[in-house]
């Protein structure tokens, strides 16, 4: 498979504890984005990577998360400290060009209870 | 914030017919709109693109209008099939701000769109 891979797919965690995402992008993209989705809703934008640098970041972003790419391919998501807020499904998507036309993967659920 | 919105959160149509799904945008300075179909439990999928310097642009079975005047964006699929049943996002980007992304994008609420047999 080629595509965008995430893991886990989905994640069951009680309030307060941490949890760690990870993305593999295609292989010969060099930009990657994280992005969350709630219910209902559109995704909204996270973080972006260009190779290794993250080049930016939402206001979304809190301190309780965080978002590398150490050798510019995969990626994680760390939450810290997670709230019921944070609920949602985290899209990973990777694009060669700088261009809208982005690769998703499937997403990780994640549910605070 | 400005934002981009539908103006119909659902779309029912029989197969063969013709779906038109409409967004509109408020941000007057995006320029650069974006398609994407999201089937149930997967991530979007990039469908069509259109530059604010176009008014219309076509694709396999697909037709994007821009009407920059009233801020409009609509998607056109022609001989709608069961297997186009999905969401559809609408999604902008500024692209004129010097070192943005092109993937940093503002996506609508959605429409589901279900194409009945």
């Known amino acids: 498979d080629t595509g965008v891979s995430q893991n886990p797919r989905h994640k069951i965690t009680k309030r307060g504890q941490n949890v760690t995402f990870r993305c593999d992008p295609i292989?010969?993209?060099?930009?990657l984005y994280w992005y969350r989705q709630t219910l209902g809703q559109g995704p909204e934008f996270l973080t972006y990577f260009q190779n290794e640098a993250q080049l930016e970041k939402s206001r979304l972003l809190s301190d309780r998360f965080s978002a590398e790419r150490p050798k510019g391919s995969f990626s994680t998501l760390e939450i810290q400290r997670t709230e019921q807020g944070d609920s949602a499904m985290y899209l990973c998507?990777?694009?060669?060009?700088?261009?809208?036309?982005?690769?998703f993967g499937e997403g990780s659920r994640l549910t605070v209870l | 914030g400005e934002s981009v919105g539908l103006h119909l959160p659902t779309l029912s149509v029989q197969e063969g017919d013709n779906s038109i799904i409409n967004c509109a945008y408020s941000n007057s300075a995006s320029d650069y709109f974006i398609w994407y179909k999201q089937e149930s439990g997967k991530g979007p999928q990039f469908i069509i693109d259109i530059r604010s310097n176009m008014d219309k642009r076509q694709g396999q079975r697909v037709t994007v209008l821009l009407n920059k005047t009233v801020k409009h964006l609509s998607l056109q699929i022609a001989a709608t099939q069961p297997g186009d049943s999905a969401v559809y996002f609408c999604a902008e980007i500024l692209a004129n701000a010097g070192g943005t992304s092109y993937g940093k994008l503002t996506f609508g609420q959605g429409t589901i769109l279900t194409v009945h047999p």
């Open positions: 998507a990777s694009s060669f060009r700088n261009t809208g036309e982005l690769f």
């Open positions: 292989s010969e993209h060099n930009r």
